[in-house]
């Protein structure tokens, strides 16, 4: 069975940093390719479209981030943890959001909700002005 579990969110004062981690277990095969999304305050969970893109990583560690986090955000890994995390810098109040990482058996990656088929339950990550 599948499992993605994320942890470390929190609140921050703006400027501050924060790393989010999400564990993954289940797959079948090495090949992943995963990414973190983020939902702003005020939108049901249910709403799985309106998950933004953050930062994706594919089966050979190539990276992609939105504009918004690029120089600010950093997506990794460690295979032997099974571990993705989003290490986040100079944090604003717009970041402010629920952070969903999610996972699909892919070679290549596409940064939008609707590639992933794997999913965490969420952590929230609140920055203060």
């Known amino acids: 069975q599948v499992q993605l579990v994320e942890s470390g969110g929190g609140s921050v004062q703006s400027g501050g940093s924060l790393t989010v981690s999400c564990v993954i277990s289940?797959?079948?095969?090495?090949?992943?390719?995963m990414g973190w999304f983020r939902q702003a305050p005020g939108k049901e969970r249910e709403a799985f479209a309106e998950?933004?893109?953050?930062?994706?990583?594919?089966?050979?560690?190539?990276?992609n981030y939105a504009d918004s986090v690029k120089g600010r955000f950093t997506i990794s890994q460690d295979d032997a943890k099974n571990t993705l995390y989003l290490q986040m810098n100079n944090l604003k109040p717009e970041d402010t959001a629920v952070y969903y990482c999610?996972?699909?058996?892919?070679?290549?990656?596409?940064?939008?909700?609707?590639?992933?088929?794997?999913w965490g339950q969420g952590t929230q990550v609140t920055v203060a002005e």
């Open positions: 998950r933004e893109g953050v930062a994706g990583i594919d089966s050979k560690g190539t990276t």
């Open positions: 999610a996972a699909e058996s892919s070679t290549y990656l596409l940064l939008t909700p609707e590639f992933f088929s794997y």
């Open positions: 289940g797959f079948t095969y090495r090949e992943l390719s």
